[in-house]
């Protein structure tokens, strides 16, 4: 999960925080990801999460 965090970091420039939460999401395979950040819930997207923005 760390390794998927650094490229997660290097591919979208992104905080480590948002990495950890995105990295998270994909490593027990979540069926849903809510956010009420618009750039995250755009990364989350882009990496094939069913993303829900809340804002």
């Known amino acids: 999960m760390v390794r998927l965090g650094w490229k997660l970091m290097e591919r979208h420039h992104i905080h ?3 990495a950890t939460q ?4 994909k490593h027990v ?3 849903q990801f809510l956010t009420g950040d618009k750039w995250l ?4 997207l ?3 999460l069913n993303s829900t ?3």
Request: aromatic content about 16%.
């Open 16 to 18: 480590e925080t948002y």
């Open 22 to 25: 995105v990295a998270s999401a």
């Open 29 to 31: 395979s979540a069926s």
């Open 41 to 44: 819930y755009e990364v989350a």
């Open 46 to 48: 882009r990496e094939g």
């Open 53 to 55: 923005y809340l804002g």
